[in-house]
């Protein structure tokens, strides 16, 4: 099986510049997750789909942070502008349903902010 | 409000000896609970989930967990520690609410294994 996708691996970028990172959930999985995990921290959701609608983005940061699921499956998160404290590593997750009762987790972003 | 709570950010341990790692959840709705591991540079992997069925769970690589309603705990052991599992390892509880499934993570304790 497949598991969850996200690119670029690492990004370095320098403040006030923009980075978008991209997710591919496992096939079927109606839930997607964003969270962001700084070092020394444990992840922190930053919003959850539903198919493509938006159940919860209440720690994200609007001002810079956007998120978008186009047809329900591919997801991309933006930042724009970067500042230094969004240095962190950002974990995409799919799940399908509690019955099943995991989420599935990508390999993460390394997001360093000069 | 849910949360998570994982006592220790840090535990050493000597190869061989009991590894226990420690929380605790709080929750107003039935939870689904889970323990991660995240070796560096990679992604979370699930290490075991409690889900309403048995409440000793048993989980890959020897860990297994115990779901205490009484005490809101969760708490991570294995019988003999070995070095590969120096690893950070998250408790995370899941839970259907508002309408939809939640999964909170807690803050993370750090597993050091010596000889």
């Known amino acids: 099986e497949a598991g969850v996708a996200q690119s670029p691996r690492y990004k370095i970028i320098e403040k006030r510049q923009s980075v978008a990172f991209w997710c591919n959930p496992i096939?079927?999985?109606?839930?997607l997750y964003w969270y962001q995990q700084i070092l020394g921290q444990g992840p922190k959701l930053l919003i959850q789909f539903q198919n493509n609608g938006v159940v919860d983005d209440s720690q994200l940061p609007k001002d810079r942070f956007s998120a978008e699921r186009l047809k329900g499956v591919d997801s991309t998160l933006k930042i724009q502008p970067a500042k230094l404290e969004d240095s962190a590593v950002y974990l995409c997750?799919?799940?399908?349903?509690?019955?099943?009762?995991?989420?599935?987790f990508g390999q993460g972003t390394r997001l360093t902010v000069v | 409000a849910q949360s998570v709570t994982q006592l220790g950010s840090h535990v050493s341990v000597s190869e061989g000896a009991l590894v226990l790692l420690r929380c605790n959840y709080s929750?107003?709705?039935?939870?689904?609970l889970f323990w991660y591991v995240q070796y560096p540079n990679q992604g979370l992997q699930l290490l075991l989930k409690y889900t309403s069925a048995a409440t000793l769970v048993k989980g890959i690589n020897g860990f297994e967990a115990e779901f205490k309603k009484s005490e809101t705990s969760f708490h991570l052991t294995k019988p003999s520690a070995h070095m590969s599992d120096a690893a950070e390892y998250f408790c995370?509880?899941?839970?259907?609410?508002?309408?939809?499934?939640?999964?909170?993570f807690g803050a993370g304790t750090r597993l050091a294994v010596h000889p």
């Open positions: 929750s107003s709705v039935p939870p689904y």
């Open positions: 096939s079927g999985h109606a839930t």
């Open positions: 997750a799919s799940s399908l349903d509690w019955k099943q009762g995991r989420a599935f």
């Open positions: 995370a509880v899941g839970m259907f609410s508002g309408g939809y499934n939640k999964l909170i």
